[in-house]
């Protein structure tokens, strides 16, 4: 609808994750190649966890196509919310391998069959589940047995789990430390800066066929998309494909900060900010409430040492010669 209007052969800000639009900033790059080298080294188990829209279902977009370069074969879990055997036959299946009336004991052989004989031929073989902070407890102990699959000098499963920074706290738990221990590595993507948010912005422009991006987002216009994504390439999309229809609908070649400013409000993006900061507030209250409260209970703890003790009309107990001598 607006590309021919900014000079565009392709909508530049998709929200589906397209490999071809990948920006590599040096945080992604390092994952990117983290998770290359874990695969092709045969380390076995590499976790890469990230907040959400940071692109890290697009990095593993990528990684896929790198190993299909490289004839891996990959079974790739994208929705992990299933039993232990459902997780099984999903994967299994997904290698090309038949599930039909297996049972939990059969499925287990035929993979481990499977992985060896790709082993022996010199081929590597890859788990990828994608959204692993939804894996159950049980399926997170069904991908650990399956890390068992191994030789004297490395993994003959390659097994990669992805997912939101929950995925680390669940991995931090106590009845989890066997499958932590087995981590080989661990990078982590983080939302883009204010350098790399324009140049991300800038970047998909020109691979869409855009000769000029700085006219049509101007520096003023990139400060505002950042401070309302937070960096967050997923919200940078919205921000930017949203102002694009609205600056065709407005015949305007350049999209304002104003522009911004009200498709921030449509979608309701400064919500977060507003709870966080009555959240933080409110903390904040608390805690002074705590530290008064403690204040005075030191007070009162003060002036009761300092407070004579007396008897029942008054007289210091202490003006007492005697154990059993009465008060004048």
């Known amino acids: 609808m607006y590309k021919r209007f900014y000079g565009l052969q392709r909508n530049p800000f998709e929200i589906t994750p ?24 045969h380390k076995g188990f590499v976790v890469m966890t990230g907040e959400v829209g940071t692109g890290k279902t697009l990095l593993v977009r990528c990684l896929l196509q790198l190993l299909n370069q490289s004839k891996v074969a990959y079974a790739y879990v994208f929705n992990p919310r299933l039993s232990p055997v ?12 038949p599930v039909a009336g297996k049972s939990k004991s ?3 052989l035929q993979l481990g069959t499977f992985v060896i004989s790709r082993y022996q031929k010199g081929l590597t073989t890859v788990l990828v589940v994608d959204e692993a902070h939804h894996v159950s407890a049980e399926v997170l102990e069904e991908i650990r047995l399956l890390t068992n699959l191994e030789t004297t000098k490395e993994k003959l499963l390659q097994i990669l789990l992805v997912g939101q920074p929950e995925l680390d706290d669940i991995l931090d738990s106590v009845h989890l430390r066997q499958l932590k221990q087995r981590i080989a590595i661990r990078p982590r993507l983080d939302p ?19 000769t000029d991006p700085a006219t049509i987002f101007p520096m003023e216009t990139i400060l505002e998309i950042h401070a309302h994504s937070r960096g967050i390439p997923r919200l940078i999309n919205t921000i930017c494909e949203t102002a694009l229809i609205q600056g065709y609908a407005n015949q305007t070649r350049a999209v304002t900060p104003a522009m911004v400013e009200e ?31 403690r204040t005075l209970l030191d007070l009162y703890s003060q002036l009761r040492r300092a407070e004579p003790v ?14 059993n001598e009465p008060y004048i």
């Open 18 to 41: 397209d490999p071809s639009f990948l920006f590599t900033t040096k945080k992604h790059n390092e994952a990117l190649a983290a998770l290359y080298y874990g695969v092709r080294r």
């Open 263 to 293: 498709i921030a409000i449509d979608f309701r993006l400064n919500i977060m900010h507003v709870a966080s900061s009555r959240e933080n507030s409110l903390q904040d209250e608390s805690s002074e409430v705590r530290q008064a409260a």
């Open 192 to 210: 883009l800066d204010l350098t790399e948010t324009q140049a991300y912005v800038y970047r998909r422009l020109q691979k869409a066929g855009s």
């Open 106 to 108: 059969e499925l287990l």
């Open 86 to 97: 459902e997780f099984l036959q999903y994967i299994v299946g997904d290698f090309g391998l």
């Open 310 to 323: 007396t008897d029942d009309i008054g007289m210091p107990i202490s003006t007492r010669t005697s154990k």
